[in-house]
């Protein structure tokens, strides 16, 4: 039993909570004495966590794994993919992630609320969305879609990062492009090397990289996405008005469509 949990909340959450779905993380249920049901997240990395600090730090960023997981294998099931009347950010809107909530020492003999406002420590933060994972902790994987990537990301630092990046898509519109980017750019990196090693890239990956790189100049640019721009302004950077501008639906298709593929094919090599 770890020794820190957080709330959680969901349309999702009471099964999640029964399921195995990972060795590395689990919800579970409990009753109050109206037998109202409340649910927990936590993890096995945080056995030897000590300050509450670190321990809501990480909590936070395996939700974001674990939201990731959700997203990509709900956002591209076969019904969402191909039906050609549904709305592409209502079927994002509609898929039900989970909400974080208060922190729970579990430490003594009751658990204890502990109450974090703000950012307290940005350095720490960052440090624990990089790799929530404690290396001295082995887990037996898990064959079930999301006990299989959740396992992926924590021996695979570009898989991890990327998820991270995926599930923060919608945290803030100014980062929205940035994190694309920033997904186009792990990714392609990856089988840059997956190449080297002469290992063959499925032509689905290679057909979703190229529909993103349509994406590169509009994101790059402030005359071609203004504030949200991965840049500034920047005196060569022009987008012309004949050329297309994509929709953000589409650009959130295109990307996590490309993470998919390309975490299938990680899988699959694996």
Known sequence: ?????????????HSLSRQSFSEHMYIYEELDMSEHESYYFTSVHLSNVEDPLTAWYRLRSLILILNA?????????????????LDDELAFRTIPLLAIGDLFDLRGDTPRRIFILGNKDPVL???????????????KPNENQYGKMISLTAIDDLVRETLV?????????LYFLVNAYKIYDN?????????KCGRKIPVVVQESLRRCERHKHFINTRPGSGIMARHGAVKNYKFE??????????????FLTLVNDWVDM???YN
């Open 1 to 13: 039993m770890s020794s820190w949990c957080v709330q959680v909340s969901s349309s999702r959450t």
């Open 69 to 85: 997981c959700i997203l990509l294998r709900e956002y591209h099931s076969s019904v969402l993919l191909h039906a050609d009347d």
């Open 125 to 139: 933060e960052a440090s624990e969305l990089a790799n929530p994972f404690q290396r001295d902790i082995k887990v």
């Open 165 to 173: 990046y995926c599930s923060l898509f919608k945290d803030h519109p």
């Open 187 to 195: 990714v392609k990196h990856d089988l840059d090397e997956i190449e």
């Open 241 to 254: 008005e004949h050329q297309k501008r994509p929709t953000f639906e589409e650009i959130e298709r295109d």
């Open 266 to 268: 990680k899988l699959n």
